[in-house]
């Protein structure tokens, strides 16, 4: 059972608590009021991409550096469990055409599962490549693998494929879900391929023009969005 340590600060006598404990506890209830806010918002996601009520911009979007960045912002979580985030990418890609700012959350929830699962001193690829005429990032990393029975589930909001109580993972299950929620509206999707015992692979693929993604009649994009991807070398 987790601790509670909001629990442990209020049942204690501050004063009597060194320094360090007192800003481990502090730290431990800051971290947990993140994560609850994070769960927050992600509800709130699923709800307004439900009711239709939820704006997504389509915008000229360069796969690379959108993987290259939603790494940095992971990089400190991934030091933290001595996992290697590398990031390849293809010659040439295309400029794909999605919201930015979601494109990255839904980037950020993959790299977050695939480092979550992954075993310590293990690494996660991050691949960004030409799919047809659109745009895949896929993450992979070498954890557990999905189970088969478990490869459609994972996309559905609270599902865990280890329930128990006894789980070695955390997590709230709404990561996936929210994501291809989000990768749909945009006109793309999310894959998901394991092989249990050996890696999982979650591919991201976008769109490279504003009539296949899911956007007005009216949005118009810059010329740039015709420009061609400079190779990146991560």
Known sequence: ?????????????????????????????????????AIIDQIIDLSRLSAGTLELRAEPLHAAQAARDAADAMRDNAVARKIVVETVTAD???????????????????????IRFSPPDGS??????????????????????????????????????????????????LGLSVGRAFAEAMGGRIEA???????TTMSLHLPTSVTSASTPPSETLPAAAAEAERPLKG
């Open 193 to 199: 391929e394991s092989e249990v015992g050996r890696r």
């Open 124 to 173: 996660v690829r991050v691949l960004c490549e030409r799919s047809g005429e659109g745009v895949c990032i896929r993450v992979t990393d070498h954890g557990p693998g999905i189970p088969p029975e478990h490869i459609r589930q994972v996309f559905e909001p609270f599902h865990q494929v280890d329930s128990s109580t006894r789980r070695k993972h955390d997590g709230t299950g």
């Open 92 to 114: 040439a890609l295309p400029v794909a055409v999605a919201d930015p700012r979601r494109v990255r959350q839904v980037l950020m929830a993959l790299l977050e599962n695939a």
């Open 1 to 37: 059972r987790p601790r509670d340590w909001s629990s442990d600060v209020c049942s204690s006598d501050l004063v009597a608590i060194r320094e360090d404990e007192r800003r481990r506890f502090l730290e431990h209830i800051g971290a947990g009021g993140r994560r609850l806010l």
